[in-house]
């Protein structure tokens, strides 16, 4: 999609007419916004010079959800995907934060939380105190968290990590 260029995880618009993508040029990743319906004309969404990855879009198809690293671990911030504004940290802390999924009714975050391998899936409201709170937890390999389109489960994956007690 759009000119060649070393691109990572893409995420498609709710109205189908757009992509998210990681670019990768020069030292960091940025996120770009391509446009399918103007010959894959693309516009750079983040500037910082830290890598930004992982962008999923809001509900509405309004925002953008990314992963960066600007202040040396993941976190996560929001953009609007017009450009206009600025890139608003919605959670950052000393763990990693990795952003992955947004509910279809635009009420949930999904994420990845902690350190290591054994990241945590976690849920994060955007109503009301938006205080974060666990949905997986426990010692093996999760990830890929998605959203049910009726909002009432959450799919992921698992793997368990391989013992080497004697």
Do not use: C
């Not at 709170?133 to 968290?145: R, S, T």
């Amino acid at each position: 999609v759009g000119d060649a260029a070393q691109q990572g995880d893409s995420d498609v618009s709710p109205d189908g007419k757009l992509v998210a993508v990681t670019r990768q040029e020069g030292a960091n990743a940025d996120i770009w916004i391509i446009d399918w319906e103007r010959a894959g004309n693309a516009t750079r969404l983040t500037l910082d010079p830290a890598d930004d990855i992982n962008p999923v879009w809001s509900a509405d198809g309004a925002r953008v959800a990314f992963t960066s690293y600007r202040k040396g671990n993941a976190d996560i911030y929001i953009k609007n995907a017009n450009g206009v504004g600025p890139e608003t940290p919605v959670i950052e802390s000393s763990s990693n934060e990795i952003v992955k999924a947004w509910s279809h009714d635009g009420r949930y975050i999904a994420y990845l939380f902690g350190s290591g391998n054994a990241l945590d899936i976690y849920a994060l409201p955007q109503f009301g105190d938006k205080k974060p709170f666990p949905v997986v937890q426990g010692q093996y390999q999760k990830n890929e968290p998605q959203f049910s389109y009726d909002g009432k489960w959450l799919a992921y994956t698992a793997m368990a990590r391989p013992s080497y007690e004697s």
